[in-house]
């Protein structure tokens, strides 16, 4: 099962999907959105990939660990930042004796085979005080719900293409997302969304403009509940 998890990310990570187009601005984005809430301290970053998080977090903090599942993007990571902490393993199977203030879960929930449970064992590397910041795709995006209308997706929480691309296991609403927190016994100090998304990533990037993308990053705050992003910060609930 361990050595499958291991060639199932090995084969994601050679088409990098992150790094390009408005998928780019959205993980500068959750940095933004994150960076609000960030303790005094060190963080730990699960499931980096391409490292365009990691990038902005290794300016952000002195002391950055990151745990990936792919050898290759572990590699890239640590040529562009040898003083981060690069873990090559699978979440499931990282120890360590450090706790961590800020623990940064970007676009991971949605990959795991079980995810209260990877909370669980996040919850027990969190520093007192410290925050897990999580964010994922929203099934109930608008992009999504007119997928659906039009026949293109069978319901809101189908799997599309990109879902497939990615590794996705589920999509979450907001519902069962912070389901999975209370779950996992954390108290949620703040649960948002962005980026109102009326249409697919590739009519953004040919028709949109840079100003247009950034209104719309913003307008999905108002309405978190449809916005193509959702995010939750929380913290043990004892």
């Known amino acids: 099962m361990v050595q499958d998890e ?9 088409r990098r999907l992150y790094g390009h187009g408005v998928n780019a601005e959205m993980v500068k984005y959750t940095f933004e959105v994150f960076s609000r ?3 005094p301290g060190i963080a730990l970053e699960l499931g980096p ?6 990038d902005l977090l290794a300016s952000r903090f002195k002391d950055l660990t990151v745990i990936e599942g792919s050898g290759a993007f572990v590699a890239d990571i ?16 990282f120890k360590t004796d450090r706790t961590f203030s800020n623990i940064i879960l970007g676009h991971v929930l949605e990959h795991v085979e079980d995810p209260v449970g990877l909370l669980r064992k996040v919850t027990s590397w ?25 026949g293109v997706l069978k319901t809101e929480w189908s799997m599309n293409a990109a879902d497939i691309q990615h ?9 069962q997302f912070r389901a999975d927190f209370y779950e996992a016994g954390l108290k949620i100090d703040h649960f948002g969304g962005y980026w109102m ?29 449809i916005a193509a992003e959702i995010y939750v910060v929380a913290c043990p609930s004892a």
């Open 78 to 93: 640590k040529k562009r930042h040898p003083g981060v902490n690069a873990v090559h393993t699978l979440f499931e199977e």
């Open 167 to 175: 590794g996705h296991r589920r999509v979450y609403n907001p519902e």
């Open 49 to 54: 990939a391409e490292g365009l998080m990691t």
């Open 126 to 150: 969190l520093a007192p005080g410290g925050k897990i910041l999580c964010a994922v795709p929203n099934s109930r995006s608008l992009h999504r719900q007119a997928a659906v209308i039009m």
């Open 6 to 14: 291991a060639e199932r990310l090995e084969r994601i990570s050679e």
């Open 197 to 225: 998304k009326p249409v697919s990533n590739s009519q953004i990037e040919k028709d949109w403009t840079p100003d247009m993308v950034r209104a719309f990053f913003v307008l999905g705050e108002r309405y978190p509940d």
């Open 37 to 39: 809430h960030f303790v």
